[in-house]
Nanobody, 129 residues
Framework: QAQLVESGGGLVQAGGSLRLSCAAS????????MGWFRQAPGKEREFVAG????????SYADSVRGRFTTYRDNATNTLYLEMGGLKTEDTAVYYC??????????????????????WGQGTQVTVSS
């Protein structure tokens, strides 16, 4: 059974950096679209970043573009989210998600949570001022 496990969250000061990892197991994740989402207290889950499995192309939410970078290591089945220039408003639980095997999600569809049937348990990121 396909599983995703996030790690790397923690407490960081504003302006700092963190790298989140998402370890995939039980499936061929190299051929699945991957995404990062986050959910802050009292808010809906929102798209952060997405990655096309075939081209390696990435897309980002406007709020994180230029500060966050996502990439994958197919050899280790791990997805990463490098976060820099962190702001207090980046505080949230961060989730990685995997789409349907072989699916090709465009820039618009990549941001929709319903296109990702497999989710990790989340990792907390807290940015202090």
């Amino acid at each position: 059974q396909a599983q995703l496990v996030e790690s790397g969250g923690g407490l960081v000061q504003a302006g700092g950096s963190l790298r989140l990892s998402c370890a995939a197991s039980g499936d061929t994740f190299s051929r699945r679209p991957m995404g990062w989402f986050r959910q802050a207290p009292g808010k809906e889950r929102e798209f952060v970043a997405g990655l096309n499995w075939r081209t390696g192309g990435t897309s980002y939410a406007d709020s994180v573009r230029g500060r966050f970078t996502t990439y994958r290591d197919n050899a280790t089945n791990t997805l990463y989210l490098e976060m820099g220039g962190l702001k207090t408003e980046d505080t949230a639980v961060y989730y990685c998600a995997a789409g349907v095997l072989g699916a090709l999600l465009g820039v618009s569809t990549r941001s929709r949570a319903r296109n990702y049937p497999v989710w990790g348990q989340g990792t907390q990121v807290t940015v202090s001022s």
